[in-house]
Structure formats: C-alpha cells, structure tokens
C-alpha cells in the first residue's frame, strides 16, 4: 500500500538567541503513515514529539529533511497551502484552543472560510460533523467556556474534521481530561476512523492508550526515533533499553501487579544543545559498552518492520517480564472492565 505520510531524515534546530548554540529538537527523524493507519509517537516531554507533529504540518519550518504527503511534496509555503485542509491538527488543551468569543458553531465553521463554499453548504457540513462526533445541535449555540472539557474537544475534533482531512495530527488529545472522557474520545476517534479511513499521527507518552489505539508505534528519546514497530509487537517484546525503561516506569493501579523486571534508566537526559557523542542513552543505560559510547547505532531490522537502533537488543529481549506484567494487566483489567482499560491510563 502506498504512503499516505512520508518522513525522511527530519531535522529541527532551534537557534538561542544571543549565542551561537542551537536546540537540536529532531535528529533525524523518518517514519510513515499508510491511509486509515493510526502511528502512536511516544517519549517523554522534551523528547521532540510536538515538534515533529508541527513540522508535518508546516507549522514550524524544519531544518533539513524531507515530509511527503500523498505523494506531494509539503517542503515549501505554498506546498503547505496546496495541502491546506488535508491535513489538521487536535490540540492538547481544548478550552485554550477555541476562541471564547465565538459560538461552537462558528468555531467548527471557521476552517471552511477559507474553502470556497457557500454559507449553506458549510451550514450543512457543521451539521454533519457535529453528528459524526457527538454534539447535540443545541449545544452548536453555546460558547465554548459552557461546555465540559470532553465537549471541549469534540468541538476541537469536529473543527478538524470538518475540511475532511485524510490525516490527523493528535497532540496530546487525552492528557487534559477525566479518565471517562478520555474512554469516550477514544473510541470517538476510533470510531470516526472507521467510518472515514482518516490516519492518524497520535502523540503521548500515555502508554496504555497508545497500545489501544495505534497500529503502529514509534518511540522518540532525544528528538530521534529509537524503536519503532507494530504496537502490540514492541509493547509486548520491546528490543530498546529506553523503550523497556518506559513500560518499567507504568504505573499500574493494582497491588498484585508489579515488575519482576525492569530497566531502570539512571542519570540525567544530556542537554539538546550539547548531545552526547555515540548512543544518546548511554550514559543512562544498563546495558551500554564502550562501542555505544562512540558510534550511533544504525537502524536494524527485526524483521516484520521492527526496527531499533541499539547494538544491545538482543539482550534486552531478555529482560523483557516488565513488557509481559504490562500485557497482563491490560489483559486482567479488560476482562473486569469489559473493554480495553483506556479509562485507567494516568
């Protein structure tokens, strides 16, 4: 099947000013997204996540690199404008992202201004949108502060549904929200995935949902990709040190379930502006030798599109209970539960 998304060697800098330091954000990024796929990025905060989403976008400029989008091209302004309302974007924080002076209606109308349609059909497509996600036509009169956080971000999902994107970019779409509402959106996305076919690239560090709701997933430390494969795959047999180290620090909310083992990731994250020469996890790795101290280890395929950039994976595929305690888990608390136990992911 052919790339919907297209991401080659992406590279962000950020210069400081008053020095002549940069933040090197994204180091060499490359991934893709087929249609109807969702790519969970995970990584810590600071790990480069939202500015790779941004980049995708056109909302920062990226460095070096190359994104391709179904089959074009988006390196430059006006790339980007050719592909405007093709690809959107969820914010994390959903009362901050509507404008308090418009009503919600005209909150999901606005992206279709600039589209060249008339006000009935735009009218016809808000109604449409608001019944794909959920919203009462009652409530499409409301201000956005007269609405719960959850409704909040269906209004942030319709106003990016609305142009009918063929992909999403979601920033944190959860982390804002109650256990409850963050079930609901979920399986609203999922849903409305099912129905359009539309990808999603879904950014978190929350594990759980990840694994829920990805088909894919690539793990980021550093502003590069570490791990990346099928997600029930590299949840349940992870072959990077940083990638275990994650599913080590889950908390799972049950006292008969803890880690036999774990990788625990000492030290301090190095500095973006001065990385480390070699592996940029050595210094905090269990595992690292002298080798990992100088050379960047390439990207290796596991086979079935597992790739992992680590000259030690073949030991940590033996330290893999704390991938199996977080299947269990998530196997026990769907079966008491029902469904997956999205709810629970903190």
């Not at 992206?111 to 919203?135: N, S, Y």
């Not at 991938?323 to 629970?344: I, N, S």
């Amino acid at each position: 099947m052919t790339n919907l998304l297209e991401v080659n060697g992406l590279r962000k800098r950020f210069p400081i000013a008053g020095s002549r330091s940069v933040v090197q954000a994204i180091n060499g990024v490359s991934l893709n997204i087929q249609p109807g796929e969702t790519l969970g990025l995970v990584g810590e905060s600071g790990s480069g996540k939202t500015t790779v989403g941004r980049c995708i976008l056109g909302l920062i400029e990226k460095s070096d690199g190359s994104i391709q989008f179904d089959g074009r091209d988006t390196g430059s302004r006006q790339a980007q404008r050719n592909v405007s309302g093709e690809m959107q974007l969820v914010f994390q924080e959903p009362g901050e992202s509507l404008d308090p002076r418009y009503r919600v209606g005209q909150a999901i109308e606005e992206p279709l201004l600039a589209q060249p349609m008339g006000a009935g059909e735009r009218r016809t497509r808000v109604l449409e949108v608001a019944a794909l996600t959920g919203l009462p036509r009652e409530l499409l009169e409301l201000y956005p502060t007269e609405l719960s956080a959850g409704q909040q971000q269906r209004v942030g999902i319709a106003r990016a549904m609305v142009t009918r994107p063929k992909l999403v970019v979601l920033d944190e779409p959860t982390s804002a929200l109650d256990p409850t509402a963050r079930a609901e959106i979920i399986e609203l996305l999922m849903g409305i995935q099912k129905e359009l076919g539309t990808s999603y690239l879904f950014i978190s560090h929350d594990l759980s949902t990840v694994r829920f709701i990805s088909h894919r997933v690539a793990i980021m430390y550093l502003g590069m990709i570490v791990e990346q494969g099928d997600a029930a795959k590299v949840f349940a047999e992870p072959r990077h040190p940083y990638s275990a180290g994650l599913l080590s620090a889950v908390l799972l909310p049950h006292p008969d379930f803890s880690f036999d083992t774990s990788v625990n990731l000492s030290g301090e994250i190095p500095s973006p502006i001065n990385l480390p020469e070699g592996c940029f996890l050595a210094k905090r790795c269990p595992f690292a030798v002298d080798r990992c101290r100088k050379e960047m280890p390439p990207p290796e395929d596991l086979g079935g599109g597992h790739i992992v950039h680590c000259f030690r994976h073949q030991e940590v595929a033996h330290l893999d209970r704390a991938a199996d305690t977080f299947a269990e888990f998530q196997h026990e608390a769907e079966r008491v539960l029902g469904k997956p136990p999205v709810a629970l992911s903190m």
